[in-house]
């Protein structure tokens, strides 16, 4: 390897996911408070007490498994970095408006044990915030917090732009052991992720024991936001991700603790929390359209029940060989189509290459079984479609905003905008949106630019699954109308 690529290597690896060094830890985590449940908070050798669910969710949401990004006081005093208009917006607002106006912001909601507290992070009794899996995988729609939604609303980069300003015009220092801002994308769009790449440029790190490693040549990753998938799908699913290339198992949802200082042995100390974190997310079911709307009686009552039965047959029609049934007796089929044929963005196909699928086929990860892995998927494994009506937007890059448009391929916008106040599309089924017809020029505030989804860039692409041209406009009302019912 060449000194710049050496070099280039350790800056990833030392600057970018640990701070100052690549020495790996073997010390436990963060112990994070007792939550105002009264539920213990667990310790690096905790009590196992309640279900593995009950067990999972409380890991996800009371103990730290990285470094602290940020912590309370930053936190509180972000609004002061703000724009002009949102700066003083939040100067002149009480104490828990401006609390909101930050958690909305940055896409966080409540949590229920203590609606102070993102859930998204984990909050030790230092007040550092440690982000989680539900940064991604906890949202939230018609104001209610739904386990395993996307979170349609997450401002990954804004966050980190703005604590990055924050310290820079304050002098304020990281909290204590905090990990560094990555300087790859964290997610070009509001509600999407860079997350495959942050997977691949942990493990490329590693070796098959998980053992920290300078790698051989410098990385290359392929920068793609990806739209996280509902958690409730997860239990009919054999294989994870969109292409499936990985057996589903609990080892294949730790692939994020491997930042440089969590040793491999740390990492593999977790295994068992992580068997509870699995089955808590097995754990979970759709959301119901009555459930979510119950106190909203014009969107409750807003299917067209006389429709159902016809969108239910055309559905089962055109739709199930790849999207499965639903009912008494479901099915799911976990239709892997070809790129070619579903003709979505192919940059996620693309961008994860053979070898870093293999790399993973060989690790501790599969327990060192390559067999579990398919190195070469042909394309995206059709999802299933329970809740879909909830987990907008829309495709595994989240470039399409409304189950309409999804039936409508020729009117998606090229570029949308979620509306104040995130609004929900009742008549649509998804994101209230406002779209034109390219992105505006020259926006200079990185948070409004991600604010806008631009179908032109690239890996954003809203093209492809023109498969409802087959479908007459009736039958594809009729099918809208059924979807809300999944």
């Known amino acids: 390897m060449s000194l710049r690529g050496r070099l280039a290597v350790v800056a990833i690896l030392a600057g970018a996911f640990g701070r100052a060094s690549a020495t790996a830890s073997d010390e436990g985590p963060v112990a994070p408070p007792a939550g105002p449940?009264?539920?213990?908070?667990?310790?690096?050798?905790?009590?196992?007490?309640?279900?593995?669910?009950?067990?999972g969710y409380r890991w996800l949401t009371t103990k730290a498994y990285i470094p602290p990004t940020l912590?309370?006081?930053?936190?509180?005093?972000l609004w002061t970095v703000w724009p002009e208009a949102e700066r003083a917006e939040a100067e002149k607002a009480t104490p828990d408006v401006r609390h909101r106006l930050v958690f909305g912001r940055y896409g966080f909601t409540p949590l229920p044990s203590d609606p102070d507290k993102p859930l998204q992070y984990v909050e030790d009794d230092q007040g550092r915030l440690s982000i989680s899996c539900l940064a991604c995988h906890s949202g939230a729609l018609a104001g209610r917090p739904i386990p395993g939604l996307p979170n349609a609303n997450f401002a990954f980069q804004s966050l980190a732009d703005d604590i990055v300003t924050y310290r820079a015009r304050t002098g304020t220092k990281p909290p204590s052991g905090a990990l560094l801002q990555f300087p790859i994308p964290l997610g070009e769009?509001?509600?999407?992720?860079?997350?495959?790449?942050?997977?691949?440029?942990l493990l490329t790190f590693r070796d098959k024991d998980l053992n920290l490693i300078l790698p051989k040549k410098a990385p290359k990753f392929v920068h793609h936001d990806l739209d996280a998938p509902p958690w409730w799908n997860v239990r009919k699913r054999d294989r994870l991700y969109?292409?499936?290339?990985?057996?589903?198992?609990?080892?294949?949802?730790?692939?994020?603790l491997m930042v440089p200082t969590n040793a491999a042995s740390r990492v593999k100390g977790w295994e068992t929390d992580f068997g509870d974190v699995l089955a808590y997310i097995e754990s979970l079911r759709a959301p119901r359209w009555d459930e979510v709307f119950a106190r909203e009686p014009a969107v409750l009552d807003s299917i067209d029940r006389g429709l159902v039965p016809k969108g239910r047959a055309v559905f089962e029609r055109a739709c199930a060989s790849c999207h499965g049934t639903y009912g008494e007796t479901p099915t799911y089929p976990g239709a892997d189509v070809a790129i070619d044929v579903i003709g979505t963005d192919r940059v996620r196909h693309d961008a994860t290459t053979s070898e870093d699928r293999a790399l993973y086929g060989s690790s501790w990860f599969t327990g060192?079984?390559?067999?579990?892995?398919?190195?070469?998927?042909?394309?995206?494994?059709?999802?299933?479609?329970?809740?879909?009506?909830?987990?907008?937007?829309?495709?595994?890059?989240?470039?399409?905003?409304?189950?309409?448009?999804?039936?409508?391929?020729?009117?998606?916008?090229?570029?949308?905008?979620?509306?104040?106040?995130?609004?929900?599309?009742?008549?649509?089924?998804?994101?209230?949106?406002?779209?034109?017809d390219a992105a505006p020029a020259g926006l200079v505030d990185g948070h409004e630019r991600r604010s806008w989804f631009d179908t032109t860039l690239r890996g954003k692409s809203a093209a492809g699954h023109r498969f409802p041209d087959?479908?007459?406009?009736?039958?594809?009302?009729?099918?809208?109308?059924y979807l809300k019912t999944l």
């Open 71 to 77: 912590d309370r006081g930053t936190l509180d005093q």
């Open 189 to 201: 769009s509001i509600g999407t992720t860079n997350a495959v790449v942050f997977s691949v440029a």
């Open 37 to 55: 449940d009264g539920v213990p908070s667990p310790s690096p050798t905790p009590v196992r007490e309640g279900t593995a669910a009950e067990r």
């Open 242 to 256: 969109i292409d499936g290339f990985a057996k589903k198992d609990h080892r294949a949802l730790m692939q994020f």
């Open 470 to 481: 087959a479908l007459s406009e009736d039958e594809k009302r009729a099918v809208l109308e």
């Open 368 to 436: 060192y079984d390559p067999a579990t892995v398919h190195t070469d998927p042909k394309g995206y494994v059709a999802p299933p479609l329970d809740g879909v009506f909830a987990s907008a937007p829309y495709f595994h890059n989240g470039s399409v905003p409304t189950l309409w448009h999804v039936l409508h391929p020729d009117a998606r916008p090229k570029a949308w905008k979620r509306k104040p106040g995130a609004p929900y599309d009742v008549e649509r089924v998804g994101l209230d949106v406002a779209t034109k």
